[in-house]
């Protein structure tokens, strides 16, 4: 069946700079705002932009991701016709091939892509906070009759080097595409979110994979090569909140810009949900002592201390005198009374002992890991 | 696989009119994010029963949207499951719970099911029970019918065979009987009947006060423990609210608060649903809050039972008492030139 559109979701990455939260799971499967996971962003801008058929390519620590996403269900993305469908390496008759970069994950599934039969392949990653309707991005790249088009958004002069950098002409036609530039010659940076005309990626991809010595990347090989090609390549401007969440920082700043009602970035719009899997808890218990003060906080917790700028999951107990200031307190956390603990990320179960303390190293976020709370109870003598 | 239910969602229950113009009993919303159904449902799914007949009247708009093809319960299936069962208007309106009248409409129901006992409930009552162990007591007890009871007090849960609900059904008109409930409260000949004990959490919602009264409960630690257990948990319909926000100054003690609310102002002992709105400088004390309504600036509220969709404009002073709770129905609007 013939489909204007299909999404490319690559899920597939370890996010080392995560440390501990994506020791056993992918990052795109790492909660975020209290009770979704980063996943949901990407998943429900495409249910909201009308795209109802979506590959997530997955390889590393897929399991949690795979049992979270199942059928799609949260996404209505159960359907007869496209939903989602998780796309792993697989063995075939030239044996095992793990995805080697973000191309060749596109080009290993080119048999799931034919089959679908889209006329655009919109390519997206799991790793960022954003609400975007890639349909009005659909229209401009119909509208410049380009051969791919590129997201790109406006980051600070001084952070322009991080990222991969579009150099464009005034009509936003791009000239040129550099990986983190050490001089940049523009602000506009990528957001990792792609629109080719599948004919066309398809034979880029054929053409890619048998050089030797590409390393299969969409934006240091592929681009570069539709460039060079002479294919024309828009970059499309993104005005709104854009985070990758790819650092125990950002991660914790993203949570942080929730409680700003400035930051852009709102849960609250019924027109463009953020869709998640909903845990069947009771209402939050606030007690007696309950103290909450610029704090998001979901179903399940049951609250008796003192709760301040954070952010709270599902199913976390404050106990009482227990303090948090500037925390992310993952899913199902119990934090014993009298605890204090300032700009901690805490990741999901770990109990908080009786009067623990925990506060930032300088400007330094801490991710709490249950290494740490078996210190400290080494350092107390308990 | 032994027994089948039958949720009895006709009854009407005349003081609980207020809540009740645009919906059925089984379709009031509880405790945050619920609906009076949901406790039913759950207590039928967590006694591994998964054949449910619910019985309905007019206005049940709001209850179908809410269960659906019961999917949230798991009854979602190919084999038995849900069914959604109106019966006409001539039959409904009852009193007591499990009329013939009503159940005749769809002996089909009763036909096909491949059960051989039937659990006959209601959802005025909020509990926590197992129908296993009441059915394992019922055979062992060997009457005809099996009451649950706290105390002195009727639950309106009862169990019986199919063959003889059938022929009750079949048989009340020449029998002058009403319903499972009447035959029951009757102790109608030559039927034996017997009592089986639940001891655990349970509201019976049949006025205002009632209703109100089994709110505050949930604002106890040990009833709220015995009502929602992390074994036999309450489903609903889930919504994808996000998490609540609590914004500068607001303050909060002693209450039960749903996802998707943003609160600012002052709350105290009371009830918040879903996707709620209290303003700055707003006191609600000792109140229950339904969904997506919203309460401007400056109110001050105490013992208000407000309906969804509430909206109390700027500097609203609305008083009730324990006993007689203000209670704004849904959509309403309240201004300040109304209260004075």
């Given amino acids: ?382 | 696989m032994r027994m089948a239910a039958v949720i009895d969602a006709t009854v009407k229950k005349p003081g609980l009119e207020d809540l009740t113009i645009y919906r059925t009993t089984a379709s009031v919303p509880f405790a945050g994010r619920y609906r009076l159904i949901d406790f039913t449902l759950s207590n039928i799914v967590n006694s591994n029963i998964n054949s449910v007949g619910v019985f309905a009247t007019y206005p049940f708009v709001s209850l179908l949207d809410h269960i659906g093809m019961g999917k949230n319960w798991d009854l979602d299936r190919r084999k038995d499951g849900l069914y959604f069962l109106p019966i006409s208007q001539k039959a409904g309106g009852q009193i007591t719970v499990g009329s013939f009248a009503a159940l005749e409409e769809h002996m089909d129901f009763f036909n096909k099911s491949r059960q051989d006992y039937i659990v006959v409930t209601t959802c005025s009552t909020v509990c926590q029970i197992d129908y296993e162990d009441m059915l394992d007591a019922h055979i062992t007890s060997g009457v005809d019918i099996m009451e649950a009871v706290s105390g002195e007090t009727g639950l309106s849960n009862y169990i019986l065979k199919k063959s003889l609900l059938k022929e009750l059904i079949r048989t009340h008109r020449e029998k002058r009987i009403i319903s499972v409930e009447d035959v029951v409260k009757l102790k109608k000949a030559p039927y034996t009947f017997g009592k089986y004990e639940y001891t655990g959490y349970y509201a019976i919602i049949d006025s205002m006060e009632s209703y109100f009264q089994a709110s505050m409960d949930l604002l106890e630690k040990d009833k709220r423990n015995e009502l929602f257990l992390s074994n036999r948990p309450i489903y609903t319909k889930v919504k994808d609210e996000p998490p609540t926000r609590y914004m500068p100054g607001s303050h909060v003690t002693q209450s039960l608060i749903a996802n998707g609310s943003t609160i600012e102002g002052t709350v105290d002992n009371s009830i918040i649903s879903r996707a709620v709105s209290v303003n700055q400088s707003s006191r609600v004390d000792h109140c229950v809050i339904m969904q997506k309504s919203f309460i401007e600036k400056n109110c001050e509220l105490s013992y208000v039972i407000a309906d969804k969709d509430v909206h109390i404009e700027e500097g609203v002073v609305l008083k009730g008492t324990p006993e007689k709770p203000v209670v704004l129905r849904k959509g309403e609007r309240v201004t300040k030139e109304e209260v004075r």
């Fill in chain 1, 1 to 382: 069946m013939k489909r204007k559109i299909v999404a490319m979701l690559l899920a597939g990455g370890q996010g080392s700079r995560l440390k501990s939260l994506t020791y056993d799971i992918a990052k795109p499967a790492i909660p975020f705002g209290g009770k979704y996971r980063i996943i949901d962003f990407p998943l429900s801008n495409c249910v909201n932009s009308e795209i109802h058929t979506v590959g997530v390519l997955t390889q590393y620590q897929p399991h949690v991701l795979h049992n979270y996403i199942g059928l799609g269900t949260p996404w209505d993305l159960d359907r007869r016709a496209g939903g989602v469908t998780m796309l792993t390496p697989y063995a075939g008759m030239e044996g095992i091939k793990w995805y080697d970069g973000t191309a060749n994950a596109i080009y290993q599934n080119i048999k799931y892509l034919t089959e679908q039969d889209p006329q655009y392949v919109i390519i997206l990653s799991g790793d960022h906070i954003y609400k975007m309707n890639y349909q009005t991005m659909l229209d401009f790249h119909i509208e410049q009759n380009a051969g791919a088009t590129i997201s790109v958004i406006e980051v600070p002069w001084k952070d322009a080097s991080r990222f991969g950098i579009m150099n464009t002409d005034e009509n936003m036609q791009v000239k040129e595409f550099v990986e983190k530039p050490a001089e940049p010659e523009s602000n506009l940076a990528s957001m990792g979110v792609y629109i080719f005309d599948w004919a066309k990626l398809k034979k880029y991809l054929l053409i890619d994979n048998d050089n030797e010595n590409s390393s299969h990347d969409f934006g240091k090989d592929i681009i570069p090569l539709m460039l060079e090609q002479g294919e024309k390549m828009v970059a499309y401007p993104y005005k709104g909140y854009w985070k990758d969440v790819g650092t125990v920082e950002s991660l914790w700043e993203a949570n942080m810009d929730l409680l700003n009602s400035n930051s852009g970035l709102n849960l609250n719009d019924p027109d463009w949900r953020i869709f998640s899997s909903n845990p069947q808890l009771p209402p939050q218990v606030v007690g007696e002592n309950g103290y909450l003060q610029e704090a998001l906080i979901n179903e399940g917790c049951v609250i008796n201390g003192k709760v301040e700028k954070s952010i709270v999951f599902q199913d976390v107990e404050v106990k009482e005198g227990a303090s948090l200031y500037e925390c992310v307190v993952m899913n199902c956390v119990k934090i014993g009374s009298g605890a204090k603990l300032s700009r901690v990320i805490i990741p999901p179960d770990l109990i908080i002992p009786e009067n623990f303390e925990l506060k930032e190293q300088g400007d330094e976020i801490v991710l709490l890991t249950q290494d740490l709370i078996e210190e400290w109870k080494g350092s107390v003598g308990k």
